[in-house]
């Protein structure tokens, strides 16, 4: 699977927007992009994931550059509870490939 | 139902000892998965099981032998574990490989089992 860049962390103030950003130049044009997060003592969900065009859901946007070599997962009103650490995952397309391969990982903390 | 269970929350183990953590979803998802992750580290991929096949191992050490009795249940036993081994271990399902939704399936963690080996 093709690799993923984020910043190790960042912080933002309650209530305002969060643009979490992902850089995957060398995505394939088959790959998905997924986005999970991880709050403190739970297990990864899932949040998102979109293919070329920009994807919206009751808990987030994600917006994917013309290029695909990046993509921006936006909360749109940050609260306390989103305080986790965000993955950005590239998921090959091919029958039976059922992997999802972590990077490290963006912290988010929220400032109340 | 979107839940994954697992049992035990929390283990404690010696290096001598036989164990199993055990995982359990009711959404008829036909793929199941253990990972393994070390504090402040990402989850990473041990087994997938495909329609109760083995159909990947991330070269896991045989001290960890997964078991899929059948579409619901998922197993990890554990024997002769050495320290190292303590970690969160995280079982996720997911809808079965579908050709159409290749790449799209997105996994159902449950809340991990907390294994520390002695």
């Known amino acids: 699977d093709a690799k993923t860049t984020q910043p190790n962390s960042m912080e933002s103030n309650e209530e305002e927007p969060v643009h979490l950003p992902c850089n995957h130049s060398?995505?394939?044009?088959?790959?998905?992009i997924h986005w999970y997060r991880q709050l403190p003592s739970q297990g990864p969900e899932y949040v998102i994931h979109g293919l070329t065009s920009n994807v919206n859901n009751r808990m987030a946007s994600l917006a994917i550059a013309e290029d695909r070599k990046s993509s921006t997962l936006i909360l749109h009103r940050a609260t306390l509870r989103d305080a986790a650490v965000y993955y950005c995952?590239?998921?090959?397309?091919?029958?039976?490939?059922?992997?999802?391969?972590f990077g490290t990982g963006t912290r988010l903390t929220i400032i109340p | 139902d979107t839940e994954v269970t697992q049992t035990p929350k929390h283990l404690v183990m010696g290096m001598t000892n036989k164990k199993s953590l055990k995982c359990e979803q009711h959404m008829g998802h036909r793929a199941m998965y253990w990972y393994k992750q070390k504090a402040k580290k990402p989850p990473e991929l041990m087994f997938v099981y495909s329609y109760e096949k083995l159909s990947i191992n991330e070269s896991v050490p045989s001290r960890f032998s997964p078991e899929c009795p059948n579409s619901s249940l998922l197993n990890l036993h554990l024997h002769a574990l050495q320290p190292e081994d303590s970690a969160l271990y995280l079982c996720a399902s997911s809808q079965g490989a579908n050709l159409r939704r290749a790449g799209r399936n997105e996994q159902f963690f449950g809340p991990g089992t907390r294994l520390t080996v002695l």
């Open positions: 995952i590239l998921r090959a397309s091919n029958f039976g490939n059922e992997k999802l391969t």
């Open positions: 060398t995505i394939s044009g088959t790959d998905y």
